[in-house]
């Protein structure tokens, strides 16, 4: 069975500060895709990055970046200087050897202007 | 290309009737997948499709629901007898997997924008 943890639901922080949205994952398969999507109010789920077991190296896109640790089981997503339209739900997936993507709870950020 | 669509966005029923939902995904996209989602939680998978061929249930998917992909291209998902508990954001999803080099397991979903249903 596959899990992932999302346990902050609900973040808020003033624009221009950083956030740190957290994801934990639980899985018995050594080859695992990891997914991060953002669902702002519109309500269609946007994909935002992918990354396989294999490669734990940093990823940074803009102001996003990702932070992948096989040894804790996290793939936590960072936003540098948040802006207002980043207000969203963020869900964090992972899809093993089954074929859907499991979803964690998600994250509800709120950029306050 | 226009992106997954479904279709009805939004849906009011009273309990007991039926209700259909639809879902056209990209047009090159071999996988189609279902999702549900209840407020404040993450989707959960109902089914997935390759091509026309339903290859995954999940047991939330009980005998009052019924998915087709018949040419393997638009699904529809049937929800029969409906109950205040089917309320809920109907997600449809595709992907294109298995092709161009790319792991199946590597492959993105890319959701549409949902149906809304609503249980009187």
């Known amino acids: 069975a596959q899990k992932v943890t999302q346990a902050q639901t609900e973040i808020s922080v003033v624009e221009k500060e950083d956030v740190t949205l957290d994801c934990v994952y639980e899985?018995?398969?050594?080859?695992?895709?990891l997914f991060w999507y953002k669902q702002p109010p519109s309500g269609e789920l946007v994909f935002l990055i992918r990354?396989?077991?294999?490669?734990?190296q940093n990823e940074i896109s803009g102001r996003y970046s990702w932070n992948f640790q096989k040894s804790t089981s996290s793939f936590n997503f960072t936003i540098t200087a948040s802006q207002v339209v980043d207000s969203a739900v963020y869900f964090c997936?992972?899809?093993?050897?089954?074929?859907?993507?499991?979803f964690g709870s998600g994250t509800q950020l709120t950029v306050l202007p | 290309d226009t992106g997954v669509s479904q279709d009805p966005r939004h849906k009011i029923t009273k309990r007991g009737q039926n209700v259909t939902f639809r879902c056209d995904p990209i047009?090159?996209?071999?996988?189609l997948y279902w999702y549900r989602q209840t407020l404040g939680q993450g989707p959960e998978f109902l089914t997935y499709?390759?091509?026309?061929?339903?290859?995954?249930k999940s047991r939330l998917l009980s005998d009052r629901f019924s998915a087709e992909r018949p040419k393997g291209s638009f699904s529809t998902l049937e929800i029969q007898r409906t109950e205040q508990g089917d309320s809920a954001m109907y997600l449809c999803?595709?992907?294109?997997?298995?092709?161009?080099?790319?792991?199946?397991?590597?492959?993105?979903?890319?959701f549409g924008a949902g149906s809304r249903l609503t249980v009187l």
């Open positions: 999803a595709s992907s294109l997997a298995g092709k161009l080099g790319v792991p199946s397991g590597a492959n993105v979903l890319t």
């Open positions: 899985t018995r398969d050594t080859t695992y895709y």
């Open positions: 990354r396989n077991s294999f490669d734990e």
């Open positions: 997936a992972l899809r093993g050897s089954a074929r859907q993507l499991t």
């Open positions: 047009s090159e996209h071999n996988r």
């Open positions: 499709f390759q091509n026309e061929a339903q290859l995954e």
